[in-house]
Nanobody, 124 residues
Framework: QVQLVESGGGLVQAGGSLRLSCAAS????????MGWFRQAPGKEREFVAA????????TYADSVKGRFTISRDNAKNTIYLQMSSLKPEDTAVYYC?????????????????WGQGTQVTVSS
């Protein structure tokens, strides 16, 4: 079991930037795909971004391509989500998760361990 703790969320105006961090403990994440998901009020949890264990392959939801960047530091057992040009529709609770394997998969069912989330609110 991996424990994940997200941080870096907050309130930001449209067009601003935030950098989310997800610190893992309990087990190393260096051999696993990692992902970010988000959930807005009244909506289902949706995929945002994923990165392979090596960092050599990334996948993004169409809604965030060109604005968000996922990265990882396996030595620190941490993944990041750099968010730029934020829009009000980006408002959600953001969760990091551990994938089942080594590929940049996008389905919720492909992830096994989840953090408790960090709130991101973008005002217009």
């Amino acid at each position: 079991q991996v424990q994940l703790v997200e941080s870096g969320g907050g309130l930001v105006q449209a067009g601003g930037s935030l950098r989310l961090s997800c610190a893992a403990s309990g087990r190393t994440i260096r051999t696993y795909t990692m992902g970010w998901f988000r959930q807005a009020p009244g909506k289902e949890r949706e995929f945002v971004a994923a990165i392979t264990w090596s960092g050599g392959s990334t996948t993004y939801a169409d809604s965030v391509k060109g604005r968000f960047t996922i990265s990882r530091d396996n030595a620190k057992n941490t993944i990041y989500l750099q968010m730029s040009s934020l829009k009000p529709e980006d408002t959600a609770v953001y969760y990091c998760a551990v994938g089942r394997g080594v590929y940049a998969v996008t389905g919720i069912h492909d992830y096994t361990d989840w953090g408790q989330g960090t709130q991101v609110t973008v005002s217009s």
